[in-house]
């Protein structure tokens, strides 16, 4: 929760990463920066710092950087370390640091020459991303276009207010027109008569990464849309900036918000934003999970207006698609297709007769017993077969006869079990359990496919792939492209 003042340009104050030193870095410089690059995204608990000579009267070198501590706005100014003969590079421990995202880290490398004077060189728009972050998933659901009570969905997500008075909730849900965010803040302190200048700056902000390219600041294909309660909606997008000074900066650009949606404000009560977001923003397509963050814009007991975000961290962390929670959107429930509940009734009016026929005829001839019915005895041998199993699966050698011979039962016996168990013969049932395997290790890691296939039994990355497609009707690059843990 971050206070900021009653402009609704104020975050906008901060989006420009200005060069903190006091020093003057001259265009006729003795030293260029080198390592690291701009934009350089540092994964490790390790950032290594280099610069080269362009002149011979260096006496030493100094490196300096700025970043910002957890839970605050507030840069902090450290001394890495000074080096007084080539290679001028350093390596700075940041495993203590936290990760610096939106603004990123600013370096200043300080050549201090032979004759007493000094020159340097800045390098901006450094991030660090080496602490685990865990992204929140939550689950959403297929709703008709156009519904705005938060009471006829089943999935609401409730966020801390400041206030113990104030109840914050919001949802979202998808159709084939549009993904829509419902927000209603209750609150019985709330006027709807306040200044047109207090609830320009009272709403939501919207933050969504349709692609979940997860940068740790906002690029041209990220949204931010605001929602005032006063005033008319707008989407902010991003342009990113690095210049041959070494600054970095994230341009806005404002666009207007032309499409149809309503905020509704009652005394008492606090106020609902209904704002459907339409296909066309998405290129068209809804897409199946986004990165997203919603930040509720209030005024405190101090007529301050104070942010609010679902992900919560500094001013910069909560506008990085980072640390955003992923929403994933769930398939169309069959109840919802009027289409196909149509015809599905049309079918069932023409065979109904026949079911009642069916059913009739059922009671009045004396029931066998059930061939399929299950023993206890039957279910405990079942676990000691698939234990048998799940001991093997990754041995390349293990076969329908070594499994029978393991559990001293006929191999027809044994295939005839796994098969009334999962209606699967003993070969489908060990290869599927191996693409399990190989789930879990192309979500987790960055193996080659066949390192994965070799590790989980399979003779080669071919046969993975033919398994994995027919267990889970998608390629190897899709699943990990849409499931592995960043």
């Not at 009739?360 to 206890?376: D, I, Q, T, V, Y």
Request: aromatic share 14%; with cysteine.
């Amino acid at each position: 929760m971050e206070s900021t003042s009653n402009k609704p340009e104020h975050f906008f104050l901060f989006i420009t990463a200005i060069f903190f030193f006091s020093i003057v870095v001259s265009a006729e410089n003795c030293i260029d920066f080198t390592i690291p690059k701009p934009g350089t995204i540092i994964n490790t608990p390790y950032c290594t710092l280099a610069v080269e000579p362009l002149c011979d009267n260096i006496k030493s070198i100094e490196f300096r950087a700025r970043y910002f501590a957890s839970k605050t706005d507030t840069g902090t100014v450290v001394t890495i370390g000074e080096i007084s003969r080539p290679p001028y590079k350093q390596i700075w421990d940041i495993k203590d640091i936290p990760n610096q995202l939106f603004t990123g880290v600013s370096f200043l490398a300080e050549a201090i020459l032979k004759n007493g004077e000094t020159t340097g060189v800045r390098r901006e728009g450094v991030f660090f991303a080496h602490q685990k972050t865990d992204c929140p998933l939550v689950k959403f659901n297929y709703e008709y276009s156009g519904t705005k009570e938060l009471e006829l969905l089943k999935d609401t997500l409730v966020i801390n207010s400041p206030r113990s008075t104030v109840t914050l909730l919001t949802s979202i849900y998808w159709n084939e027109k549009d993904i829509t965010v419902l927000a209603e803040v209750r609150d019985p302190l709330f006027y709807a008569n306040m200044s047109k200048d207090a609830l320009s700056n009272m709403g939501i902000e919207i933050l969504i990464d349709p692609d979940q390219s997860r940068k740790p600041f906002p690029n041209k294909d990220v949204f931010i849309f605001v929602v005032p309660l006063s005033g008319k909606p707008y989407k902010i997008v991003y342009k990113t900036v690095y210049d041959e000074t070494g600054s970095f900066k994230l341009i806005p650009q404002s666009m207007p918000y032309d499409y149809t949606y309503s905020v509704t404000k009652e005394d008492f009560k606090g106020f609902k934003i209904y704002f459907p977001i339409p296909k066309q923003v998405f290129s068209d397509k809804i897409p199946k999970e986004i990165a997203f963050n919603i930040i509720f814009k209030l005024l405190n007991e101090k007529n301050d207006i104070i942010k609010v975000p679902w992900i919560k961290g500094s001013l910069y962390e909560t506008y990085s698609p980072y640390v955003w929670g992923t929403v994933r959107f769930l398939p169309k429930p069959f109840i919802k297709n009027k289409i196909l509940l149509g015809c599905l009734f049309f079918v069932c009016g023409l065979l109904i007769t026949l079911l009642i026929y069916k059913v009739a005829s059922f009671f009045h001839k004396p029931r066998a017993l059930n061939n399929f019915e299950k023993s206890e005895a039957e279910q405990q041998l079942f676990v000691r077969i698939k234990e048998t199993i799940e001991k093997r699966v990754t041995n390349k050698g293990f076969t329908l006869e070594i499994a029978a011979r393991d559990l001293k039962m006929n191999p027809k016996r044994l295939n005839k079990m796994i098969r009334k168990f999962t209606s699967m013969s003993f070969q489908n049932y060990l290869m599927y359990s191996r693409t399990e395997i190989a789930k879990e290790r192309l979500r987790s890691s960055h193996s080659s496919e066949a390192s994965i296939a070799d590790a989980c039994g399979f003779q080669d990355a071919n046969e993975l792939e033919k398994f994995f497609t027919k267990f889970h009707k998608t390629t190897l690059y899709k699943f990990r492209n849409e499931h592995q843990v960043a």
